[in-house]
Structure formats: structure tokens, C-alpha cells
């Protein structure tokens, strides 16, 4: 069974451009989480998602950020107009769709991104 | 709301030794915690996790956590450290009953394992 796919793993962009970041959730699960990793900090809850559907997006930015879990196809993280602030580790975690709040979360391996 | 907070940035042990790292934690509600482990430029690998069945957990790698109400504490302990054990560890809250599993987290304790 393969873990959590994330892609790419390095993502190095100019300020202004946009970042698209994918994960794909082990098989079986239909919980998606991003978490985002500062240099020196923990990791921090970003969105939660159902496909099709946003079920908490209480840590996300308020402008430039926005994700989704279509019915086909992996996760996307976007974020347009990238700043220096915005580099960081991303992290990806999937959960199966079972008594959602002991649910162990399987994390993948993360993808860099580096705002020049 | 919930926190966790994680004293110390840096343990270092010898090989061998005993391996103790911190958390304590705050809960409006029962929580559940996890401890994680990372390893440099991988993702989050789940050491254990405490659900409210036994408040000794026994996770991978010799690990072993204690839940501690009164404490609010979940503190990590293996007897004897391997220098492969030489990772970032992070402990972790969710909300028992809660919607949804989202961690909180702490921001990690570097651990050094000397030969």
C-alpha cells in the first residue's frame, strides 16, 4: 500500500508566481490535511478536507492561499503571488474516513518550497 | 483550544542512555495526543498514540509514552538511546469527539544521540 505522495518535493519560485503543491492520499482515505513547517517551528494546521468539500480551513491564510480535494485526482495547495514568507515545508497527511478525531494521520514526505 | 508546548529545543544523550522529552499539553476537552518522529528532509512517521484505552503506550522503536491527567503531561522515554533515535521529535494534541483529527502541535525537540 503506498504512503502519501507528495509533489513535487522541491518547488522553487519567484516572488509573484504561483506555487501548486499535490498530494495524493493513501488508498482508502478521504481525509486530507496541509500543515505548513517554518524554519525553527512547529507545524501548523492549514485546512482540512473531504473530496469535494472544506471541511476546515480555519488555519489558512486569508488571501493568496486556497486548496481542494476534487472527486478525481489528488489534492492541490495554491498559492498565487508568492512572498518570501511563504517558504516553507508543506505537509500532506491522509486519515480514513473512521471516527475522524483518534484517526492516526499518515503523513507524507513534504514538498520544499524555496520564494526567491 | 488547544496547546502544546515542548520545553527545550535541543536533548542531547549519550548512546545508551536514557531518553526522556517533554510535552505537556492543554485541553478544554479529553484529548488525544501522538508523538511523532522526523527525520531530516522526511515527512512525520507516527512513534505512538494515546486514545484513552492504557495511559502507558508502547509505540515503535522501544518508545513508550506515559498519559499523565493530573500532569497534563505525555512524556516520551525509550531506556537505552540508539544513534539512529538522532531525529526531531514532535508531540501532538487532537480534540476527543472533535469533527475532525487536526493536530496541534509543539515545536519539536531536536534530539542528539553521542557515541
Known amino acids: 500500500n503506498a504512503g502519501v505522495m507528495q509533489n513535487p518535493r522541491h518547488l522553487v519560485r519567484r516572488r509573484g508566481q504561483e506555487a501548486r503543491l499535490r498530494c495524493s492520499p493513501m488508498k482508502g482515505h478521504s481525509h486530507v490535511y496541509w500543515y505548513r513547517q517554518l524554519p525553527e517551528e512547529g507545524l501548523k494546521f492549514m485546512v482540512y478536507l473531504q473530496k469535494e468539500n472544506i471541511i476546515d480551513e480555519s488555519g489558512m491564510p486569508k488571501e493568496r492561499f486556497s486548496a481542494e480535494f476534487p472527486k478525481e485526482g489528488p489534492s492541490i495547495l495554491r498559492i498565487q503571488q508568492v512572498v518570501r514568507g511563504d517558504s516553507a515545508a508543506y505537509f500532506c497527511?491522509?486519515?480514513?474516513?473512521?471516527?475522524?478525531?483518534?484517526?492516526?494521520?499518515?503523513f507524507g514526505p513534504g514538498t520544499r518550497l524555496l520564494v526567491l | 483550544a488547544q496547546s502544546v508546548t515542548q520545553l527545550g529545543s535541543h536533548v542531547s544523550v549519550s548512546e545508551g542512555a536514557l531518553v526522556l522529552l517533554r510535552c505537556n499539553y492543554s485541553?478544554?476537552?479529553?484529548?488525544?495526543l501522538f508523538w511523532y518522529v522526523q527525520y531530516p528532509n522526511q515527512g512525520l512517521q507516527l512513534l505512538l498514540k494515546y486514545t484513552s484505552a492504557a495511559t502507558l503506550v508502547k509505540g515503535i522503536n522501544g518508545f513508550e509514552a506515559e498519559f499523565k491527567k493530573s500532569e497534563t503531561s505525555f512524556h516520551l522515554t525509550k531506556p537505552s538511546a540508539h544513534m539512529s533515535d538522532a531525529a526531531e521529535y514532535f508531540c501532538?494534541?487532537?480534540?476527543?469527539?472533535?469533527?475532525?483529527?487536526?493536530?496541534?502541535f509543539g515545536k519539536g525537540i531536536t534530539l542528539s544521540v553521542r557515541p
Open positions: 485541553s478544554s476537552v479529553p484529548p488525544y
Open positions: 497527511a491522509s486519515s480514513p474516513p473512521l471516527r475522524a478525531s483518534q484517526e492516526t494521520q499518515y
Open positions: 501532538a494534541v487532537s480534540e476527543r469527539g472533535g469533527a475532525n483529527s487536526k493536530l496541534t
